[in-house]
């Protein structure tokens, strides 16, 4: 039976062997499989990372873009704002001056309005009682033998100034019409002057 018992002791090594061998194999197989996955995932990790990365970058951009332009319209709406307040503080200037130079200018104003001299003048309620007699007669003065200016008995609701009235014919010289007029051909050069750096 010692033939037998070797024969079997060497199929047995042989077969260990042969399983040792296959289980190497096998080993050998399983590890190359983990890191060609391992590396297909970092790499796919990667990928991920880098659209992450740039969708992130992009949307920084589109935000930081959408803020500037917020910040150029709040700024462009604040020095709108304070335009408009330099304008009205001219038009308060104005219906604030003191009551000779008040009549002066709208005397002045009168005289280069009338076309024939027999116009009629229309003032606000307060400037009717206040100066319209006088800014009638200074102007009629100024024109000479042509002037024949009226004062209306006819009022409007305006802050400042006139308005010359020949029948249908209207001249608008309320200081908010004239300042209005002047904003749209100086409002450039006043900018420049407020918002010089």
Do not use: W
């Amino acid at each position: 039976m010692d033939g037998i018992e070797k024969i079997t002791a060497r199929i047995l090594d042989d077969a260990r062997r042969e399983a040792d061998e296959i289980a190497a194999q096998a080993k050998q197989k399983a590890d190359e499989i983990a890191q060609r996955y391992a590396k297909q995932g970092d790499q796919e990790a990667q990928a991920i990372l880098t659209r992450g990365e740039k969708a992130a970058a992009e949307r920084l951009e589109r935000l930081e873009s959408a803020a500037g332009m917020e910040r150029r319209k709040m700024l462009l709406a604040a020095k709108q704002q304070v335009l408009a307040e330099a304008f009205e503080k001219a038009l308060d200037d104005l219906c604030a001056l003191p009551e000779q130079e008040y009549i002066n200018l709208l005397a002045g104003l009168a005289l280069r309005a009338a076309r024939n001299g027999r116009e009629q003048l229309i003032f606000s309620v307060s400037d009717r009682a206040r100066v319209g007699k006088q800014v009638v007669m200074a102007a009629n003065e100024r024109l000479g033998d042509s002037g024949k200016l009226t004062l209306s008995e006819q009022t409007r609701n305006i802050r400042g100034g006139f308005i010359m009235s020949d029948g249908d014919v209207e001249v608008n010289c309320a200081f908010e019409t004239l300042v209005r007029m002047q904003r749209e051909t100086l409002e450039k050069e006043v900018a420049d002057i407020l918002f010089a750096h």
